[in-house]
C-alpha cells in the first residue's frame, strides 16, 4: 500500500477541468519533499508530466498543472480533451524511505 | 533522443531467476542515477530499486530486499537487474527509468523523466 493516496478515478465531459488530488502526511509531502506528476496512456510506458510541484517538460501542453500545499498536491487538467484519458500518478520521497522512491495510487481519467 | 531498450523478460517458474537488461543511449549514462519500476497487471506503479551514477549506493523497495540486484556496466551503458527466488508476486512489468536529479537545500532526490517501453515478468508453474 502506498503512502500517497489518490482517488481511483475522476471523469469530465471533454472542455471540463478535472483534478487529482495526491494526499500524503508529514513524513512525505507535509516535509517538503517535491512532487511529480506521471501519465501513462493505455498500453504504453509512463511519462513525466510535471516535476518539481508545478513545471511541466518541453511538449507538455500548458493545459496540464501542478501544485501543492501542506501535505498534498494536486494536478489540473483544463480543457479537457480525448487524448487525456489515462492513468496519472504522483510520485514523491519519503523520509521513511532512506533513498527510495514512492508513487501514488493512481487514477483514471474518463473522458466523457 | 535518449532511449532506453529494456530487454530480458519472460515466463519463468517460482523460485526461478532471471535478469533484466536496460541498454541506454543519447545520454551520458554515467551521469545519471538508474531506477527500476514495476507495475504488475492491472495495478499501479511499484519503486523497485535505484543505483547511484557510479555504483556505490543502491536502494530496494522491502519486498525485494535479499533477492534482487541491481547493478550498472558505465562502459557499455547499461543497467541490470538480477532476480532471484522469483514469486507470484512478482509478475509484472518492468521498466527502467533515468532519474533526474534536482536538490532542494541539502535534501536532493530524482524525478524520472525517460522510461523504457517495459520488460514483461511472469512467474508461474
Known amino acids: 500500500q502506498s503512502v500517497l493516496t489518490q482517488p481511483p478515478s475522476v471523469s469530465g465531459a471533454p472542455g471540463q477541468r478535472v483534478t487529482i488530488s495526491c494526499t500524503g502526511s508529514?513524513?512525505?509531502?507535509?516535509?517538503?519533499?517535491?512532487v511529480h506528476w506521471y501519465q501513462q496512456l493505455p498500453g504504453t510506458a509512463p511519462k513525466l508530466l510535471i516535476y518539481?510541484?508545478?513545471n511541466r517538460p518541453s511538449g507538455v501542453p500548458d493545459r496540464f498543472s501542478g501544485s501543492k500545499s501542506g501535505t498534498s498536491a494536486s494536478l489540473a487538467i483544463t480543457g479537457l480533451q480525448a487524448e487525456d484519458e489515462a492513468d496519472y500518478y504522483c510520485q514523491s520521497y519519503d523520509s521513511s524511505l532512506s533513498g527510495r522512491g514512492v508513487f501514488g495510487t493512481g487514477t483514471k481519467v474518463t473522458v466523457l | 533522443e535518449v532511449q532506453l531498450v529494456e530487454s530480458g523478460g519472460g515466463l519463468v517458474q517460482p523460485g526461478g531467476s532471471l535478469r533484466l537488461s536496460c541498454a541506454a543511449s543519447g545520454f551520458t549514462f554515467s551521469n545519471y542515477w538508474m531506477t527500476w519500476v514495476r507495475q504488475a497487471p492491472g495495478k499501479g506503479l511499484e519503486w523497485v530499486a535505484n543505483i547511484k551514477e557510479d555504483g556505490s549506493e543502491k536502494y530496494y523497495v522491502d519486498s525485494v530486499k535479499g533477492r534482487f540486484t541491481v547493478s550498472r556496466d558505465n562502459a557499455k551503458n547499461s543497467l541490470y537487474l538480477q532476480m532471484n527466488s522469483l514469486r507470484a508476486e512478482d509478475t509484472a512489468v518492468y521498466y527502467c527509468?533515468?532519474?533526474?536529479?534536482?536538490?532542494?537545500?541539502?535534501?536532493?532526490?530524482?524525478?524520472?523523466?525517460?522510461w523504457g517501453e517495459g520488460s514483461l515478468v511472469t512467474v508461474s508453474s
Open positions: 527509468a533515468r532519474g533526474t536529479l534536482y536538490c532542494r537545500g541539502a535534501t536532493c532526490h530524482h524525478y524520472f523523466d525517460y
Open positions: 508529514s513524513s512525505n509531502i507535509g516535509a517538503n519533499y517535491d
Open positions: 518539481v510541484n508545478y
